[in-house]
């Protein structure tokens, strides 16, 4: 029997499953089943890889919920048969789908590693194959059997980060993602470099559960300095809003008028869920710091501490697929479930 851990990849679409037409420049999807071919590399890697590809793979900015639980399907479906799942996906959104996933995947116990890259995998410059490389190398990470890795994670340029906790900052750099609340998981050098006590722990005992329930009627509001009464009461009346991403200043803050004030009063009292994130690229909301904080923290809203938009939206969505009550929402949302903010 085989002790080499057994790694699936499931390409989504994106860049870096793409191969370039040299005759007309164009860029298409290759077959995954000749990625030896495209990358002999991977080789040399002490594991078996498998590949599964969605039948018709999508551009990144197309992703959704439905695909979602698309990928989580697939994990679950696959989940006894391999070590560790690399996922491949557009830069675009990959940060919306790797905190999605981590609150779709309850008690993981295996790695999920998002990645992808900027140039296609047969441009002479790119950085598909050190991506596809160390994150197949990352998911088969084992000790005594069991895998390094037991969380959802997105690898890219040299740093694996918890899926969570990141942000795509740039459209032209390789370096395109960062996790500003929180530091890197492992390091790519010329040794892997792992971070353990930043790992999430796994709860041996318990079965790997797939949420597939999610509920996408929310909205992210970013404040700016003229936002008008008409504009904030519309969207807060959209039919079937259910919540809200309110992106405010610096640790939270946000304009004292009455008629503000008023209007998130109004939609809490409705039933609505607003979460208070900050529009900063790093840092933490602490409500009340600020005069112009502590009314929104006495009419309950919640607070999203250091949480990222993307991992925001997404629990937003995941909570409000569970149907909890009302007075317990603001409680749960607060609390790390899979370690998007810091306790």
Not at 81 to 87: I, K, M, N, S, T
Not at 286 to 291: A, C, H, I, T, V
């Amino acid at each position: 029997m085989s002790s080499k851990a057994k790694i699936l990849l499931v390409y989504t679409g994106g860049t870096i499953g793409m191969s370039k037409d040299f005759e007309t420049g164009a860029l298409k999807a290759f077959n995954f089943g000749k990625l030896i071919q495209k990358i002999p590399e991977i080789k040399q890697l002490e594991c078996e890889i498998e590949s599964i590809s969605f039948e018709h793979p999508i551009d990144s900015s197309n992703m959704n919920p439905e695909m979602w639980t698309k990928i989580a399907a697939i994990i679950e479906e696959n989940y006894n048969a391999y070590d560790g799942f690399v996922v491949l996906h557009g830069s675009d959104t990959m940060s919306y789908s790797a905190s999605a996933l981590s609150f779709m995947l309850e008690n993981l116990a295996k790695p999920v590693v998002f990645t992808g890259s900027q140039l296609p995998i047969g441009d002479l410059r790119t950085d598909a194959k050190e991506n596809l490389i160390t994150a197949i190398q990352i998911a088969s990470l084992q000790e005594n059997g069991k895998p390094v890795i037991t969380e959802v994670c997105l690898y890219f340029e040299y740093k694996l980060y918890r899926g969570n906790r990141t942000s795509k900052v740039n459209a032209e750099h390789f370096k395109a993602f960062t996790a500003p609340n929180y530091p890197e998981l492992v390091e790519s050098g010329v040794h892997l470099t792992l971070n353990r006590h930043l790992f999430l722990p796994v709860n041996k005992d318990a079965k790997l559960i797939v949420h597939k329930n999610l509920d996408n009627h929310v909205a992210i509001i970013k404040m700016f300095p003229g936002m008008s009464e008409i504009v904030l009461a519309s969207i807060l009346e959209t039919k079937g809003l259910r919540g809200i991403i309110l992106e405010t200043y610096g640790s939270g803050n946000a304009p004292t008028e009455d008629w503000f004030l008023n209007l998130i009063e109004k939609a809490i009292k409705s039933g609505m869920h607003i979460v208070n994130v900050t529009q900063c690229s790093g840092g933490s909301v602490n409500m009340g710091q600020y005069e112009t904080s502590t009314a929104l923290k006495s009419l309950g809203v919640i607070s999203g501490k250091d949480i990222t938009t993307e991992a925001a939206i997404t629990k937003l969505m995941y909570l409000l697929g569970h149907n909890i009550p009302q007075n317990e929402f603001k409680d749960i949302f607060e609390t790390a479930l899979r370690g998007e903010i810091s306790l």
